[in-house]
Nanobody
């Protein structure tokens, strides 16, 4: 089970830290990803981190403003987002896949959380 938290309504330029708490499986053997979906748009990849943290990938839209990390001892995934923009608005989902590499494709992930809403106002 994956449970996201940390979303909210913020102003442009603010920061947010999203968390994803995992339970029920061995978190450390899963590569994790963050995806988001804006109203009327397709779900898109935001960032991913391999099961030991050695492989990290960001979407160009968030590169330089976001940082993904994981704490395998706490079974928790994080996404620190800075300098938020209105176009960052959407529902953010964490996802897991039991392989070593990050994928930017949503269908490559087997497990998903319920999402947390991020709204950025200009």
């Amino acid at each position: 089970q994956l449970v996201e938290s940390g979303g909210g309504s913020v102003q442009a330029g603010d920061s947010l830290r999203l968390s994803c708490a995992a339970s029920g499986r061995t978190f450390s053997v899963y590569t994790m990803g963050w995806f988001r979906q804006a109203p009327g748009k397709e779900r898109e990849f935001v960032a991913g981190i391999s099961w030991r943290g050695g492989g990290i990938l960001y979407a160009d839209s968030v590169k330089g403003r976001s940082s993904i990390s994981r704490d395998n001892a706490q079974n928790t995934l994080y996404l620190q987002m800075n300098s938020l923009k209105p176009e960052d608005t959407g529902v953010y989902y964490c996802a897991a896949r039991p392989v070593a590499t990050v994928s930017t494709v949503g269908k490559a992930y087997d497990y998903w959380g319920q999402g947390t809403q991020v709204t950025v106002s200009s």
